[in-house]
């Protein structure tokens, strides 16, 4: 199974995380994008934890409820794999090579930095361009990621009668949302944080004009709102899900849930960053831009900028995109949305 793929044709993203199942179909081209397709479906606890498929059966259900009730017209679909279950490489590596020399160099060259036996990986390469810093050499973007992982994506992608055209790493095609997006540009010359909160991770990502310079996993999610919510009014998990996508929250609610929750996010942006400075030459960042479900929060990038005193903005994948139908439902799921934006932008060449 190609980690890359060359073919340019539709493609349905299907991202798929602890707490749900999200869904883009895109069609057009990567100036303007059209929406044809988008959904989100909550999974049955103990179908995917530790950023892997863990009921296959589980996930499948929901995600055939899911491509009908989205519309979803393709066949063909991206999937990702979390970055915590790939290791990444940047090599040097002769211009002009024919394929099958490189692809044998790499296979020798991954065996010195691979920390699992070669036959667990699954290693595909992209040759990114020429050296900036080496003559005659092309940059090689190495990925190996744990077999077991990918595979079980295939076959559950397989079982469901679909075919699968790309298996991207969700690092890359969040980074795809971020780059389409022109308004996003840093005007500085410093480097911009795009933070993913998700339900019980999130990811730090830093990422310049031209590449993704440091990325970090935290153990740190909208679990964390759900805890709060469920401590201070006595509810259920599935009531604290309802009451984050009601329309009129409780009066006390920034008060007692949202200003103790950002103060946390606060801390783990800051921490995330620190390790990042220290590990860098830089010391400091143009802005944060926020994704993941729980950006739906009214006033969240707000309320995190006061506490961290930097620009704080939220991702909206689809702000270039043309979006035809449930146009009013998608302004509080976009944030949701972008890894599985990011992934079917593959398709659109
Ligand atoms: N409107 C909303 N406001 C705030 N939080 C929300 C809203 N809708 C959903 N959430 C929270 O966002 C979380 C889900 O986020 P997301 O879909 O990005 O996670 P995931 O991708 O499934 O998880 P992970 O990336 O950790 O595997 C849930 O914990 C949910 O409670
Ligand atoms: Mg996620």
């Not at 991202?15 to 081209?29: F, M, Q, R, W």
């Not at 991207?168 to 909160?197: G, M, W």
């Not at 970090?216 to 009531?239: C, M, P, T, W």
């Not at 620190?274 to 010391?283: A, E, L, M, N």
Request: charged share 20%.
């Amino acid at each position: 199974m190609k980690l890359f793929s060359s073919k340019s044709k539709s493609v349905v993203g299907i991202d798929i995380g602890t707490h749900s199942i999200k869904v883009v179909e895109l069609a057009g081209n990567k100036v303007n994008p059209k929406v044809v397709a988008w959904g989100v479906a909550a999974l049955p606890s103990g179908a995917f934890s530790e950023n892997a498929i863990a009921n296959s059966e589980l996930v499948a259900d929901t995600l055939s409820g899911l491509l009908v009730s989205a519309g979803v017209k393709s066949d063909n679909v991206a999937v990702a794999v979390s970055s915590s279950h790939a290791i990444t490489k940047v090599l040097g590596m002769p211009s002009g090579m024919r394929e099958v020399e490189l692809e044998e160099q790499i296979s020798i060259e991954a065996l010195h930095f691979i920390p699992y036996p070669i036959e667990e990986v699954n290693l595909d390469f992209e040759v990114l361009g020429p050296s900036a810093t080496t003559e005659n050499e092309d940059d090689v973007l190495l990925v190996a990621c744990r077999r077991s992982v990918v595979e079980d994506y295939v076959d559950l992608i397989e079982s469901m009668d679909l075919s699968l055209e790309y298996v991207d790493i969700d690092t890359y095609a969040l980074e795809r949302v971020y780059r389409s997006q022109n308004s996003l540009s840093p005007n500085s010359k410093e480097p911009v944080a795009v933070f993913d909160i998700g339900s019980s991770s999130s990811h730090l990502m830093i990422v310049d004009n031209e590449k993704v310079l440091y990325s970090r996993h935290q153990n740190f999610g909208a679990a964390q709102l759900v805890k709060l919510i469920r401590k201070e009014y006595g509810i259920s998990a599935d009531e604290a899900e309802e009451l984050l996508n009601s329309p009129q929250p409780p009066a006390d609610f920034l008060q007692t849930v949202q200003d103790p929750f950002v103060e946390m996010l606060k801390q783990e942006v800051s921490r995330a960053l620190q390790f990042f400075y220290s590990s860098s030459s830089h010391s400091n960042i143009d802005s944060v831009v926020l994704t993941g479900a729980c950006c739906g929060l009214a006033g969240l990038a707000g309320d995190l900028e006061l506490k961290l005193r930097s620009k704080v903005s939220i991702l909206n994948p689809f702000s270039d995109a043309n979006v035809q139908f449930r146009r009013d439902a998608i302004v509080t799921k976009a944030p949701a949305l972008s890894t599985a934006y990011g992934l079917s932008l593959r398709g659109l060449g």
